[in-house]
């Protein structure tokens, strides 16, 4: 697995392509005083120009809770069908922004607040990425597997894929 670490645009581009084709990742925050994150499985709504990220959640979650307290957070996205991972930590900020709650408000949202749109408990969460790191595979998964047990039979060292730093 080769090197490359992306700066900038050009690491706010990989982030943005990354979340957008794995849509949903746990969102991992923590008490202050507790051992161990408190994950959930969020879709994300947007990743803006900057690498913000932006999802709606409730007020009545204990992601919600925790974010009152320590507003540090994690975010892991997982596509196992290419082989491909984002880790991004961040600082979460929490709103009740109407114009973001219009543009992000859809069906699958509706299903979450049984008051619809004008639920009070929906909330906007915007992460603002302050380090991410990405494993990215060249191809796709059976082409990888393929080189995995070339490589052990052969021992040739074949490039897999990349893996590095998105320095935002």
Not at 66 to 79: A, G, H, M, T
Not at 118 to 144: F, G, S
Request: hydrophobic share 40%; net charge negative; proline share 1%.
């Amino acid at each position: 697995m080769s090197t490359e670490n992306l700066h900038h645009r050009e690491a706010i581009d990989k982030l943005k392509a990354m979340i957008d084709k794995i849509d949903i990742g746990m969102l991992c925050s923590r008490l202050t005083d507790d051992d161990y994150v408190y994950a959930i499985p969020m879709s994300r709504q947007e990743v803006d120009d900057e690498g913000n990220i932006w999802f709606l959640f409730s007020s009545d979650s204990d992601s919600f809770q925790n974010l009152q307290k320590n507003d540090k957070v994690s975010l892991l996205f997982s596509d196992t069908r290419d082989y491909n991972f984002l880790s991004v930590n961040g600082v979460a900020e929490v709103s009740r922004d109407e114009a973001r709650i219009d543009k992000y408000w859809n069906k699958m949202i509706a299903a979450w607040f049984e008051q619809g749109r004008a639920d009070q408990r929906i909330r906007v969460l915007k992460v603002v990425p302050k380090e991410a790191h990405y494993w990215d595979n060249k191809t796709n998964k059976l082409v990888t597997i393929l080189k995995v047990a070339v490589s052990a039979v052969s021992g040739a060292k074949l490039d897999i894929g990349r893996e590095g730093d998105l320095n935002l």
